[in-house]
């Protein structure tokens, strides 16, 4: 279970605002503010969003990027 002060920190350490980590993973800036717990209505970051986040910005633990030759 990844919580709300990681999922800010990963975001502000990528350097991006809510509504662009948001886009990175595929919705709206509102669900993303509520990962945050910017939310009363605070939820938790499914796997796949939070895993698809982190290789996107370079920081997942096991997973890199590479572009095709």
């Known amino acids: 279970m ?3 002060a ?3 920190a990963a975001r502000e350490a990528a350097g991006l ?4 980590a948001a886009a990175i ?3 709206t800036t509102v ?4 990962w945050e717990g910017q939310s009363s ?3 938790e970051i499914p796997y ?3 895993s698809w986040f982190l290789v996107c910005v370079g ?7 590479t572009p095709r030759p």
Do not use: D, Y
Request: hydrophobic share 45%; proline share 3%; aromatic share 10%.
């Open 48 to 50: 796949a969003h939070w």
């Open 31 to 34: 669900t993303w503010q509520r």
């Open 41 to 43: 209505r605070a939820t």
């Open 25 to 27: 993973v595929g919705v």
């Open 2 to 4: 990844t919580n709300a």
């Open 6 to 8: 990681t999922i800010k």
């Open 17 to 20: 605002s809510a509504r662009e």
């Open 59 to 65: 920081a997942h633990p096991e997973f890199v990027l």
